[in-house]
């Protein structure tokens, strides 16, 4: 009967109940004793040389840990390293990874994608056993599988919890995009349509309605427009347009206690309109419903705000 030993539980720990057939040689178990492992259900089979401790529960940075030690080529990519970093828009029942070597697949629910290009830069190496793409080549990689709003949306979260800079975008985007290459033409666009020195957005209704708005003929509104207040305090509306001084705000209900929200945002909508601006909401709820119809309203208060200006609108 193999020890158990302090050493190879500390591994289970740290990597999520996953190990591979290397991994336990060099951790002291013999071929022999892993096997009796397996047939005393000590450790269950994942896929090839890859084993899990039954006593640890398969989620989701297990399955990853499990992909990973699989294959060495492997980088966990896409969906599933959207999912990693907590990004919007980025569920998948299946783990994508991604390889620049010719393998055999790894097992079922794991999709491969090829590549001829994975430099060691675009990989990050965790010290649980996870292997995934940057944050940059995420966003390359995700164009080829979502639309413009979603991957707008991305872009926006990403730059928002600082995973990576604007500037960084750009540079990888452009080293990947080639002509025919999956998503180099919907990266490229995404990034060029985004407003020079806009904040980024908070939220993937955010995101929707501004490009909605920009879209219908409000081409000048931003995110987070800075708004000096009488005091000299600056704030920061959802979105707008500081030419007219139109701004819009977008309600989550599940974000603040309501109470304490209402008072905050009354006080501040009020502020504002003593600076000279207007500020307009609308609900998240209202946008999932019927955005047309929120941005129809919207569209035709910022046009009456306009002509009250003696501007045009855009």
């Given at each position: ?80 390293t ?44 965790r ?9 940059e ?35 990888v ?31 993937h209704?955010?995101?929707?309605l ?57 006080d501040?909508d ?45």
């Open positions: 009967m193999p020890a158990f030993d302090a050493t190879l539980a500390r591994w289970f720990h740290d990597h999520h109940g996953i190990v591979s057939s290397a991994h336990l040689r060099y951790l002291g178990v013999s071929d022999d004793e892993r096997e009796w492992l397996v047939s005393t259900q000590v450790l269950e089979v994942l896929f090839e040389g890859v084993y899990r401790v039954t006593s640890t529960p398969l989620g989701f940075l297990g399955r990853c840990a499990a992909v990973c030690a699989a294959d060495a080529s492997l980088a966990l990519s896409c969906y599933t959207g999912h990693l970093l907590g990004l919007r828009q980025c569920s998948s029942s299946a783990l994508h990874a991604t390889t620049d070597r010719v393998t055999k697949p790894v097992g079922r629910g794991v999709v491969i994608h090829r590549t001829r290009f994975l430099p060691s830069e675009h990989i990050v190496v010290s649980d056993g996870i292997r995934h793409t940057t944050s080549r995420t966003y390359f990689d995700l164009a080829r599988h979502v639309t413009d709003l979603s991957l707008a949306s991305i872009l926006e979260q990403m730059l928002r919890i600082g995973l990576c800079t604007y500037a960084s975008l750009v540079d985007t452009q080293s990947l995009a080639t002509s025919g290459r999956p998503g180099s033409g919907r990266a490229l666009r995404v990034l060029a349509s985004r407003p020079d020195g806009a904040s980024p957005a908070d939220s209704d955010e995101v929707r501004l490009r909605a708005l920009r879209s219908a003929g409000m081409a000048s509104a931003v995110s987070h427009p800075p708004v000096r207040l009488l005091n000299g305090r600056v704030v920061h509306p959802d979105m707008g347009d500081p030419r007219v001084g139109f701004y819009v705000e977008v309600d989550h209900h599940t974000w603040h206690d309501p109470s304490a929200a209402i008072d905050y945002d009354t501040r009020r502020q504002i309109r003593l600076a000279g601006g207007l500020v307009e909401r609308v609900t998240d709820t209202q946008l999932r419903a019927d955005l047309p119809k929120v941005v129809s309203d919207l569209l035709a208060l910022y046009r009456a705000r306009c002509l009250s200006f003696g501007a045009q609108t855009g």
